[in-house]
């Protein structure tokens, strides 16, 4: 069993900052590629940010810089640090990571997890 647990969340104003983790936790044995994705009302989920298990990242256009994805492999966690926020930036946003875990003793199984989920809300 695989949990990925978000937090960092909150109310920001425009032009300020917040750092989301995500950490992933249970019978791991490998966290490959993890990521930001975020859904704000009547749109749908779209990748922010992500980066894979030797830390190559790759971000969605309308980040402009402003955000940082980065990862701890050793406490199986990933961040996004996010700078100059915009109202529009206002959305739930999800971690989501690619993992090989135990099965049992001898045997792994790779699987997509999301998280929960973390309000961001940008606004004045």
């Known amino acids: 069993q695989v949990q990925l647990v978000e937090s960092g969340g909150g109310l920001v104003q425009p032009g300020g900052s917040l750092k989301l983790s995500c950490a992933a936790s249970?019978?791991?044995?490998?966290?490959?590629?993890m990521g930001w994705y975020r859904q704000a009302p009547g749109n749908q989920r779209e990748l922010v940010a992500s980066?894979?298990?030797?830390?190559?990242?790759n971000y969605a256009d309308f980040v402009e810089g402003r955000f940082s994805i980065s990862r701890d492999s050793a406490k199986n966690t990933a961040y996004l640090q996010m700078n100059g926020l915009k109202p529009e930036d206002t959305a739930v946003y999800y971690c989501?990571?690619?993992?090989?875990?135990?099965?049992?003793?001898?045997?792994?199984?790779?699987?997509?997890?999301w998280g929960q989920g973390t309000q961001v809300t940008v606004s004045s």
């Open positions: 980066i894979t298990g030797g830390g190559t990242t």
């Open positions: 989501n990571a690619d993992i090989t875990h135990w099965r049992t003793s001898w045997t792994t199984q790779r699987n997509t997890y």
């Open positions: 249970g019978s791991i044995a490998t966290v490959h590629a």
